[in-house]
């Protein structure tokens, strides 16, 4: 198998799940680490054993060397990043969202299919094993037509007025936060489970601590868990939302409705939908995320533990154990990943393929999707996410 190789752009929490996503799929080697902050780059490169080691992300996209961008920066670099790597040629992985506002992704996406590499946004929820089970089952028929799509994602990291990291700054995050952060995965994944997407919406966003204490030094995603005295912070004003509740609906004329909020004391990263079909109905939550629930009107429903054998067989390849062996939150990436270097591996032009996993196009959709949330917020009126 021909190696091919990778330079991951970011050192936070997502930076080093990328590398060791990475590690484990076939005929990839991450050959550079790059980051702003050298000494955290030195120390992942340390851990898994990477060759190259840069203080700029111009660095890596520089290194004649390195096939593929993982960018995994802050948001407010994303495009940058993503757009110089086109430039310059490479394959790019992009975390998510894909830039700041849809008029830059339009400009990614339009550089990428001039120039035909290989592009990829990291909706790794989508790689769950039950997740492509679920999608198999609306596309066989199954659950009959999409009626009702509803749910949550819900977190608390930002639960008190003292939480604080660099996505409550619109400057460095976007003008929008637990939607744009959260609730565009959620949105990825019934839009990639029913083949439809959102095309019109309703929203209601709120603040919850308008200020908060900001800490002197900066605080990793995830990572703030105690609350630091007050002589350490200082007092910031909060532009951007901690919950929505979102009304949409679908193309064909399904009705949904979501919760997101990263506020809500208890939950970590629980992430639950529910799709009602005129047939049967599925649910599934991302912290139990080896079961599916099948809901049935004229008999018992049902719970299905993941098995490759009671899969569909399209979605086998994607559970990597037997029944009763459980796979979790690291497989998505590894699956997605694994997918992307498959179509870099094989030279097809992505742009004459159907790629399986999701691209620049999706991101920019999401983008979109995100910017109609906010209209409507500001108006108070149904939105068109075409507009």
Request: net charge positive; aromatic share 8%.
């Amino acid at each position: 198998m021909k190696t091919i190789t990778a330079g991951v752009i970011g050192t936070g929490f997502i930076g080093p799940a990328h590398v060791e996503a990475l590690r484990r799929t076939p005929g990839v080697q991450v050959l550079a680490i790059g980051s702003n902050e050298p000494e955290r780059a030195r120390e992942v490169a340390r851990r898994y054993g990477i060759m190259r080691v840069y203080d700029s992300w111009e660095a890596v996209v520089r290194d004649a060397d390195v096939q593929v961008i993982h960018n995994c920066t802050p948001n407010n670099l994303h495009f940058r990043i993503n757009k110089a790597a086109i430039l310059a040629g490479k394959h790019v992985v992009s975390e998510k969202p894909l830039t700041m506002t849809s008029r830059e992704s339009a400009e990614l996406l339009s550089l990428v299919r001039a120039r035909g590499v290989v592009n990829a946004v990291n909706f790794n929820y989508r790689f769950y094993p039950l997740i492509q089970e679920a999608r198999a089952r609306v596309l066989h028929g199954e659950l009959g037509e999409v009626l009702l799509v509803h749910g949550h994602y819900l977190q608390d990291w930002l639960f008190y007025d003292t939480d604080y990291n660099w996505r409550l700054e619109p400057e460095t995050s976007g003008a929008s936060r637990a939607v744009a952060d959260i609730g565009s995965h959620w949105f990825d994944l019934v839009q990639f489970i029913t083949g439809r997407r959102v095309v019109r919406l309703v929203a209601d966003l709120m603040t919850v601590h308008p200020t908060r204490r900001k800490p002197t030094s900066a605080v990793e995603t995830f990572k703030g868990k105690e609350r630091p005295a007050a002589a350490r912070t200082r007092s910031v004003e909060i532009s951007t939302e901690d919950a929505a509740t979102i009304m949409f609906r679908l193309e064909g004329g399904a009705r949904g409705v979501v919760m997101v909020s990263q506020v809500s004391a208890g939950r970590k990263n629980h992430q639950w939908f529910e799709i009602d079909g005129s047939a049967t109905a599925l649910a599934w939550g991302q912290e139990e995320p080896n079961t599916l629930w099948i809901g049935r009107r004229e008999k018992a429903n049902e719970i299905l533990v993941k098995d490759p054998s009671l899969l569909h067989e399209e979605v086998r390849r994607y559970a990597h154990y037997p029944g009763g062996h459980p796979e979790g939150y690291p497989d998505g990436p590894k699956n997605l990943f694994t997918n992307v270097y498959e179509l870099i591996r094989s030279g097809k032009d992505p742009r004459t393929v159907t790629p399986e996993f999701p691209t620049f196009a999706d991101g920019h959709w999401e983008n979109r999707l995100v910017e109609a949330v906010l209209k409507s917020s500001k108006t108070r009126k149904w939105i068109d996410v075409n507009a």
